[in-house]
């Protein structure tokens, strides 16, 4: 009961507010890239420890380390003018002492500006501590939606989505239908040395099983799928989920829709290729059906977070229509 008090208590110090002004920039920057205004010597403290802790942690279900988020420290005189146009700011106010603060569009649009109050390292700490779950999943969820604008940019006009399984996806005009059999399709955009891919498709499961679905029904669901329609280079060779590491497993919801998300790494049984997946298992409540959703990438020896952020974000532009 006093947890559930210290959480409430938190919710209502700590919440989104939206910054009322005239007109403001577009704003700046890369995936998953945050600004950190602060002086070089308390980035260099403990201070600029927790902040790189909890926000620069590993991305969850990458074959290599990669950072969650890309940190970028700005001394507070160079805080001017374009400066202020990131997309994605903490500000550490060493000023005064005050609760968390997050402001939406405060200097541009879209932007989530942080706010760390705090007059000594200690109180700056804890606040930071406090806020860094809640914080981390609004910095997500602004990335999911900044990939989703700039997909829009240039979409693939002919999917066969709508006519095969009744839903839509945004996908960019890069990718093209690789294979199609019954109701699964694959989409894959050619990398400079490998692939992105996206696989959609309308299990054969019972509705009622969705509710118990667990961690080892992903892994043998998604293992019985790959295994007849994403073969690997050599004859007989087929991709698995990667046996030496158990993947993340965790309830979602996808644009609206209850799902299961499951993420880690696959390798082909009979070759040497692997790296990451995303996928997710989606409960149509429109149909009453289960619809299945995989990203994976395959690009060795290269960075891999920015492309399954931009796979997730495919796959979270879901709409589905009702079957006539």
Sequence with gaps: MKNKIIILISLIFFSCENEKNNYKPISSGRI???SVIIDKVDWDSNIGDEIRNSFASEFKGLP??????????????????????????????????????????????PQLFLEISGTDQQTIIKNLKNVTNFSINEFQKGEIAENKRR????????????????????????????????????????????????????LNINKEVFESFGLRDAITLRDSLNKSFVPGRNEGSYMITE????????????NGFSAKETRGTWEVNGDFMGGPFVNYIVKDS???????????????????????????????????????
């Excluded at 001017?80 to 939406?104: C, E, H, L, S, Y």
């Excluded at 059999?181 to 696989?199: A, D, H, P, R, V």
């Excluded at 290269?302 to 709409?319: A, F, H, N, T, W």
């Design 151 to 202: 997909i829009l940019k240039s979409t693939l006009n002919k999917t066969n989505l709508e006519e095969l399984l009744f839903l839509s996806l945004k996908i960019p005009s890069a990718y093209s239908i690789f294979k199609q059999e019954n109701k699964t399709i694959w989409f894959q955009k050619l990398l400079k040395n490998g692939s992105s891919n996206i696989i959609a498709s309308e």
């Design 32 to 34: 998953n890239s945050i």
């Design 286 to 324: 429109i149909n009453n059906r289960i619809l299945y959703f995989e990203g994976f990438i395959f690009s060795p020896s290269q960075r891999k977070r920015d492309g399954i952020i931009e796979v997730e974000s495919i796959i979270k532009s879901l709409k589905i229509f009702e079957k006539n």
């Design 64 to 109: 290599q380390i990669e950072e969650a988020f890309n940190l970028n420290q700005i001394p507070y005189e160079a805080f001017t003018g374009f400066g202020r146009t990131a997309r994605n700011i903490i500000f550490i106010n060493q000023k005064k002492d005050d609760k968390p603060k997050m402001v939406r569009d405060k200097f541009a649009r």
């Design 243 to 254: 046996q030496a590491y158990m993947p993340y497993f965790s309830p979602v919801k996808v």
